[in-house]
């Protein structure tokens, strides 16, 4: 029996001691494995590695640097053509105002395809019907040279257009929302767009009908156009506010 206690007592001892050291084992085991866990990452061999900002990789400047290049050459590839769109524009007005001789027929030349193409805008210009060729109405030749005058505002401010005559572009269109009473309606923009674009290239020599004039004819005109409806609508909704606010 005493013996059997002993033996039985070495057994439980031996048991016991292997219990602890396979208790310490366990953890250090997990904690190895997530050592070589967060190890892996920085594997050269692996894309999904991290890339070592202060080393070369494969010969080359690391990835950073290597995609700020990049995105920089891409930058440098979109606004070199913008720049010769602008300065096409800039140089094709030119002739075409050495052509035409007077900006004020260049005007009336894009108002008559505006009242050729919608009769009706002849009540909202005080133009009588029958008026048909505006050259030869000279009450009429004020506002033609006026409207010109934005355009020519507009090609010779083409590099910094938004803060030089954004908020001017914005106030014309205030004020043409005050113009509904003689029959102006926002919807007439794009017929206004589509005859001032037209007649600007109809009217170009054909040297000067690069794609780059032609792109940035159309990119000017659409954003002059888009500020004077961004104008009316502003006017449109405070004078909505202050009817809500006149019937409280």
Not at 28 to 39: D, F, G
Not at 124 to 142: A, C, K, N
Not at 201 to 229: H, M, Q, R, S
């Amino acid at each position: 029996m005493g013996n059997s206690h002993g033996h039985r007592s070495r057994a439980f001892s031996r048991q016991s001691t292997s219990s602890e050291q396979s208790n310490t084992t366990i953890p250090y085991r997990s904690q190895s494995v997530r050592v070589t866990a967060c190890r892996l990452p920085s594997s050269n061999s692996s894309t999904d590695s991290e890339p070592n900002n202060n080393q070369p990789i494969n010969g080359k400047s690391n990835s950073v640097s290597s995609a700020d290049h990049d995105v920089l050459q891409v930058a440098q590839r979109c606004v070199a053509p913008i720049k010769q769109r602008k300065e096409a524009v800039q140089q094709s007005w030119s002739v075409l105002l050495s052509l035409s001789g007077d900006i004020t027929q260049i005007g009336l030349g894009i108002y008559q395809k505006i009242f050729e193409a919608a009769p009706d805008l002849r009540a909202v210009f005080s133009v009588p019907e029958h008026v048909h060729d505006l050259q030869s109405y000279p009450d009429f030749h004020r506002s033609g040279k006026l409207f010109v005058s934005v355009i020519d505002l507009c090609v010779r401010s083409i590099h910094s257009l938004d803060s030089d005559m954004g908020p001017i572009l914005v106030m014309y269109g205030r004020r043409h929302f005050h113009r509904q009473e003689q029959g102006f309606r926002i919807q007439y923009l794009p017929l206004f767009e589509n005859c001032m674009i037209e007649y600007i290239v109809e009217n170009l020599p054909d040297e000067e009908k690069t794609n780059e004039a032609v792109i940035g004819w159309n990119n000017l005109i659409k954003y002059i156009c888009g500020k004077l409806a961004e104008g009316f609508q502003l006017e449109r909704m405070r004078n909505a506010h202050i009817r809500r606010k006149s019937v409280l």
